[in-house]
Each structure stands twice: as structure tokens, then as C-alpha cells.
């Protein structure tokens, strides 16, 4: 990567149009490429934000492998998986008092997550849920409060899974009666037979854009593993287009930000965290234009519009937050295992 040289804002020496911009580079989803949650950093700092976007851990953690010490400063990253990142040495700490977790929504602070050994990492900066979402017009809503009826006969072929496996056996957990913590080796044989229904139910298994275009053009009408996250930014157009929380309850994602510790401007970069998880940037991310999802941060509500928070379902997450489930978390073999089940069930 090109490195640019960094004049102080103070030097006589060069003219203004020879100073190099200092920059930021970070590894994000695609919900922190909006501009409009990006230029009012740049523009408080005098700064350029130059941003990847992947999909998966694993897609992230190759790429930190490939890239060279101080060419990236900022990771976000699935909030299960930090303890990945840190046990690689890749994230640095981060002072714990400089972070606003006391206006977090309890249940998403999420520090065993975010730290080790007593020390933090990283912070939480956005949740949601995945669970069904669905077209009120075309299937009877009550039937979405069941998760068993979700992929009954009676939505043959009008079903799309989530390209996910961690979320979707987690769902199938719960509609099994086992807890997403409780996943064991023991418990894959009921849960494959749980999915076998499911898969044989769904017209296709796929990923963010396709599952979202399919509910969007009315190739199907359910989502498996879908949320607010896939329909929000849906609504106003097709207001009918929505999810629910089925009585089973559902899985609660997160993803966290944090500080990487190879950053040559790990001053920047926590500033940049900073920025994220104040309720103004919170506001921001909460309604990116990739996709909404609920801020950690509830000061964020300030910020948000009455039809904005009614979109998150805002006054429902108390509720929501006691009635969800963290996605699983194997260990590398019950993964290995987990996974495979998976590539089973796709290949049905």
C-alpha cells in the first residue's frame, strides 16, 4: 500500500496544496461505507477514511495475514469472533474509560466478548436480530409467530434460508427447545433433521442481496434468518415487507469495532471508534444505506427520527433483548462439525 507523507498542520515549510492528507484505513461491512456516516469524521479531523469491505471473519482475518504491519488501523467484526482477533495479537487495548458502554444498552455491552484478561479490545457498536422476515400480504403473520409453521407444508417452495449457517442452526435450535448455548455434538442429529425440514421446505438458500431481492420481487415470501436488517431499509417503499420475533424467540447478532495493534496512528484510529459509538455516529450507522440496525448506544435515539426508531421497532427492545438468544459459539471442533452439517443440508 502507498504510503503518504504527513505534514504538520502547523509547518511553514511546504505549501498547502503539497501537504498530504493523513488517512485512516479500516476493514469494515458494508454499512460503514456510507458517506454520510464517514465525511463528518474526515471533516472534524482533517482526515481521509479509506475503507475495505468484506464478508466473514475469516475473509478479514486472511487479509490482515496478506497486508503488511500499519496498513490497516480499524477492524469491525462480528462480535463472536473477537476473541479470534485477540488471540491472534491483533487488536490492541483500548482504554475501557474513554468508551461510552454506561448509555449501552445493557444486554449488548457484551464485555467477556469484547475483552480478555480483564483488558478491552474492542466495543460493541451495532445489533439486530436474525429471525423471519416475511410479506404480511402474502402469509398469515400469526403463522410467523411459530417457528415450527415458518417451514411447514404450508410454505412449500415460498421460503429463502440465510446463506449463514451459525444464525439459521440457531434458529433451528430454538424451535427444537435447545438453547443456541446449549449446541453440542450431542444435539447436531436433531438439529440436521430440523434442517432437512427447513431445506426441503426453501426455494434457494442465499446470501444478503439475494435473499433481500427475493422478498423484495416476490420470488418468495419468507425469509429464514432474515430481520430488520433486511427489510428496514425496505419500508417505506414496501411497507408490508417485515419480521417479527417468533415465541421461540430469536438469535441476536453483533458486531464490535476496535483499534488494530500494528495501527502507526493508533491515536486516529481510537478516535475514529470513538466517533462510531457516539450517539451521533451511532444514529449514523443505526441507519446506514446498506442496512439499519439497532445502535449499542440508546443515546443514539436522540438523534433518530420518530419514523426511524419506529422502523427499529425502538420501544419493542426491551422485550426483544429478553427474548433473544447470542448466535452460537463453538469451539474449533464442534465448529468443524457444525459446518459440515451445514454443507449437508445444502447439498439436499
Given at each position: 500500500m502507498k504510503k503518504l507523507t504527513f505534514a504538520l498542520l502547523g509547518s511553514t515549510c511546504l505549501a498547502p496544496a503539497a501537504m498530504a492528507q493523513e488517512e485512516l484505513n479500516a476493514l469494515v461491512w458494508c454499512d460503514h461505507t456510507d458517506p454520510a456516516l464517514i465525511e463528518p469524521f474526515e471533516e472534524a479531523h482533517g482526515v481521509k477514511v479509506n475503507l475495505r469491505e468484506?464478508?466473514?471473519?475469516?475473509a478479514a482475518l486472511a487479509l490482515l495475514e496478506q497486508s503488511r504491519p500499519?496498513?490497516?488501523d480499524v477492524l469491525v467484526i462480528d462480535g463472536i469472533d473477537v476473541f479470534r482477533a485477540v488471540d491472534a495479537g491483533l487488536l490492541a487495548e483500548?482504554?475501557?474509560?474513554?468508551?461510552?458502554?454506561?448509555d449501552f444498552f445493557p444486554e449488548v455491552v457484551?464485555?467477556?466478548n469484547?475483552?480478555?484478561d480483564g483488558k478491552t479490545y474492542a466495543v460493541t457498536?451495532?445489533?439486530?436480530?436474525?429471525?423471519?422476515s416475511y410479506n404480511s400480504d402474502k402469509v398469515d403473520p400469526a403463522d410467523m409467530e411459530d417457528l415450527t409453521k415458518v417451514w411447514s407444508e404450508k410454505y412449500d417452495g415460498r421460503l429463502t434460508i440465510y446463506d449463514y449457517y451459525l444464525p439459521v442452526m440457531g434458529l433451528a435450535a430454538m424451535s427444537a427447545g435447545i438453547d443456541t448455548a446449549d449446541i453440542s455434538a450431542d444435539?447436531?442429529?436433531?438439529?440436521?433433521?430440523v434442517l432437512t425440514d427447513m431445506r426441503g421446505r426453501a426455494a434457494s438458500v442465499a446470501g444478503v442481496v439475494a435473499s433481500q431481492t427475493a422478498l423484495a420481487t416476490g420470488e418468495v415470501d419468507i425469509v429464514v434468518g432474515g430481520g430488520e436488517w433486511l427489510t428496514a431499509v425496505l419500508a417505506e417503499e414496501q411497507p408490508e415487507l417485515t419480521w417479527t420475533i417468533p415465541e421461540q424467540g430469536a438469535v441476536r447478532w453483533a458486531q464490535s469495532i476496535g483499534v488494530l495493534a500494528d495501527s502507526e496512528k493508533p491515536d486516529l484510529a481510537l478516535e475514529f471508534v470513538k466517533y462510531i459509538v457516539s450517539p451521533e455516529g451511532q444514529a449514523r450507522l443505526a441507519t446506514s444505506s446498506c442496512f439499519w440496525g439497532m445502535p449499542a448506544n440508546a443515546e443514539a435515539g436522540a438523534h433518530l427520527s420518530d419514523a426511524q426508531k419506529a422502523v427499529l421497532r425502538w420501544d419493542d427492545q426491551p422485550d426483544y433483548l429478553a427474548r433473544t438468544q447470542l448466535y452460537p459459539a463453538?469451539?474449533?471442533?464442534l465448529d468443524i462439525e457444525m459446518q459440515d452439517l451445514w454443507l449437508e443440508t445444502l447439498s439436499q
Amino acid at each position: 500500500m502507498k504510503k503518504l507523507t504527513f505534514a504538520l498542520l502547523g509547518s511553514t515549510c511546504l505549501a498547502p496544496a503539497a501537504m498530504a492528507q493523513e488517512e485512516l484505513n479500516a476493514l469494515v461491512w458494508c454499512d460503514h461505507t456510507d458517506p454520510a456516516l464517514i465525511e463528518p469524521f474526515e471533516e472534524a479531523h482533517g482526515v481521509k477514511v479509506n475503507l475495505r469491505e468484506y464478508e466473514g471473519t475469516g475473509a478479514a482475518l486472511a487479509l490482515l495475514e496478506q497486508s503488511r504491519p500499519g496498513d490497516w488501523d480499524v477492524l469491525v467484526i462480528d462480535g463472536i469472533d473477537v476473541f479470534r482477533a485477540v488471540d491472534a495479537g491483533l487488536l490492541a487495548e483500548i482504554p475501557a474509560d474513554q468508551l461510552p458502554t454506561g448509555d449501552f444498552f445493557p444486554e449488548v455491552v457484551m464485555a467477556e466478548n469484547n475483552g480478555a484478561d480483564g483488558k478491552t479490545y474492542a466495543v460493541t457498536e451495532k445489533f439486530g436480530y436474525n429471525t423471519i422476515s416475511y410479506n404480511s400480504d402474502k402469509v398469515d403473520p400469526a403463522d410467523m409467530e411459530d417457528l415450527t409453521k415458518v417451514w411447514s407444508e404450508k410454505y412449500d417452495g415460498r421460503l429463502t434460508i440465510y446463506d449463514y449457517y451459525l444464525p439459521v442452526m440457531g434458529l433451528a435450535a430454538m424451535s427444537a427447545g435447545i438453547d443456541t448455548a446449549d449446541i453440542s455434538a450431542d444435539t447436531l442429529e436433531e438439529l440436521g433433521t430440523v434442517l432437512t425440514d427447513m431445506r426441503g421446505r426453501a426455494a434457494s438458500v442465499a446470501g444478503v442481496v439475494a435473499s433481500q431481492t427475493a422478498l423484495a420481487t416476490g420470488e418468495v415470501d419468507i425469509v429464514v434468518g432474515g430481520g430488520e436488517w433486511l427489510t428496514a431499509v425496505l419500508a417505506e417503499e414496501q411497507p408490508e415487507l417485515t419480521w417479527t420475533i417468533p415465541e421461540q424467540g430469536a438469535v441476536r447478532w453483533a458486531q464490535s469495532i476496535g483499534v488494530l495493534a500494528d495501527s502507526e496512528k493508533p491515536d486516529l484510529a481510537l478516535e475514529f471508534v470513538k466517533y462510531i459509538v457516539s450517539p451521533e455516529g451511532q444514529a449514523r450507522l443505526a441507519t446506514s444505506s446498506c442496512f439499519w440496525g439497532m445502535p449499542a448506544n440508546a443515546e443514539a435515539g436522540a438523534h433518530l427520527s420518530d419514523a426511524q426508531k419506529a422502523v427499529l421497532r425502538w420501544d419493542d427492545q426491551p422485550d426483544y433483548l429478553a427474548r433473544t438468544q447470542l448466535y452460537p459459539a463453538p469451539d474449533i471442533d464442534l465448529d468443524i462439525e457444525m459446518q459440515d452439517l451445514w454443507l449437508e443440508t445444502l447439498s439436499q
